[in-house]
């Protein structure tokens, strides 16, 4: 009798509070408009200041290739699907863009590797694919000297065949494409990445939509609005032109029209789920993930509605056929079986049974073979760096130790929070308020089983879900000291985030103290992902240094646009170095061979925490 009287109390104070709570909606949307507002301006000057991450030219070289058709075998990237690339690199269709001489010879088969990826990700010589008759000559391709082969076959390249994973060739085409044929590549690289800001900013948006609609009130949508706006993670990755901004995107907005779709089944709702489905697939394959988290989904509204068989089977038959739609769409000029390979290309490119068993069924045959790409990566694994440590496959809490030390303690703390008030009020929960936590649960269990351990930016997705999650949560608070402690901590969060302000990449929490030990913790694109050439050349300008030795992280190319004077240097030449001004960047430094400069000297200097200064004497 007391607990019934509690809870009919507290019932009676949240439709109180919810009363108290509500804006005008033409208020709410004039606040989310300058939430985003705010989001963009972050994002877009860390993205006029930061230069060129590792991955971002493969991307735009591959994208405007698709776009115009000028290759009949996908440049290949790590297996992505070509949605993300198709994006980034759209604007380019409008600018003047040139080709090199030495991007058409790889273009037209002509230049390539004497090795290639098998698809399991391991390195493997052309030799056996090459047909009686060829001949390759040695180009070597500045700045670093990379050697490629001028081939010269009968008929038939090697990067011809259908099975070719062609990934190194994709990296060293979006490198001369942007950097050395001529064209504006800031430009460029600008363009691209202002429309992963506008899949950042749509995130946002979906988000908002998502937690109105779960809680009726418009200032928790705000709130969980506000947690995505001043996250590192979101900032950080969100105007890279890279993969990552899309499939947090796609998932998002999957995720949330599919229990939309299982709240209420009608046509109009199937074909929007199918079809954002089918758009996060196109993005970037992690959205497999989405399968069992539907399944959950869908599972969950069955126990709470009861429907009845043939009405669900309706609504998934045309789910599923929207969703194949997009993917038919998006790779239409794969649409058709894979060809019968030969036994030297089974061999040397470790096509996978499967593949081979209902290769005259896998359509459309690209899809098929970027699933098989990237299933075949994520088994092989990394080298990975984690708390000093190396692996080469990686650890199961790699995830959430990332997680950790690279949100803000104020996030940490919302989360906790929220989870555990969601806990509390769990049977009184809606459907659309499980699924944040559901989903965020799914998805780190299975990015802690992956051997890919590079980078927090695959949680993106996760800080997305956790946003709404949260913002749903806060809304049932009734005691508004905990609510005022809350929304202490949202400050704090953003407080903490305009200050790194435009250091998104290599934020670390507080707790660790910040980015300034990152390196202790973390490398690679988790925080030194090759973003700071720009800042290396106006700190070379402000110190009058005329001259460096340099082992960078990143794009080298990069380096020789921004006309920066620089000799690379390996951690067996430093040793001898007597004289001169050393650039080592996080992710060389952190490696065994530099042990011994770690050991021996301090840094004279440090440029964006990420690039470390060394006068010798």
Known sequence: MVAAQRMTKNSTRFHQLAKSDAMNPRHARIGAVLL????????VGASRQDSATVDESSHLGQGYVDWKALHSTRLGAEGHPPLESLIVSFPLLFMDVKLSDMTR??????????????WNAKATSVENLL?????????????????MVQWHCPSKYPMESWYYWAVPEGQMFGKLFVYSSGNDADRMLFAGRMMQVGLTLLTGLVIFLWARRATGQDIPALLALALWVFNPIALGYGHVANTDAGVAFGITFAIYTFTLLCEKRNFKRAVVAGLATGLALCMKLTALIMAPIFILILALSWKRMKPSVADVCKMLGIFLVSLWCVILLVYHRHCFPAPAPSAAEVATLNIPKWFMTFRPVLVPSGFFKDVALTLGYSKTGTISYLMGKWSEGGWWYYFPVAFLVKEPICFVALVASGLLLFINRLRSAKLLEWVPWLASGVYLSSAMTSGINIGVRHLFPLVA??????????????????????????????????????????????????????????????YDWGQDAKRLKKYLGDHQIDHIYLDYFGNQFSIEYLNIPNTRIS???????????????????????????????????????TLFVYQFP
């Open 36 to 43: 985003l507002g705010v989001m963009a301006a972050l994002m």
């Open 105 to 118: 010879a790889m273009l037209q088969d002509e230049l390539g590797y004497a090795w290639t990826l098998s």
């Open 131 to 147: 047909e009686p008759g060829c001949e390759g000559r040695n180009v070597r391709i500045p700045p670093l000297g990379d050697v």
């Open 465 to 526: 879900l956790l946003s709404v999650g949260v913002g749903c949560a806060i809304s049932r608070v009734v005691n508004r000291k905990v609510r005022i402690g809350l929304m202490a901590l949202l400050a704090g969060q953003a407080i903490s985030v305009l200050a790194a302000y435009p250091l998104y990449i290599q934020f670390f929490s507080e707790a660790v103290g910040g980015a300034s030990n990152g390196q202790k913790y973390l490398i690679d694109s988790n």
């Open 571 to 609: 951690a067996e030449q430093a040793q001898q170095l007597q004289q001169g001004t050393l650039v080592v960047s996080a992710s060389q430094l952190m490696r065994p061979e530099w042990s011994w400069l770690r050991e021996s000297r301090q840094p004279n200097d440090r440029i964006a925490q």
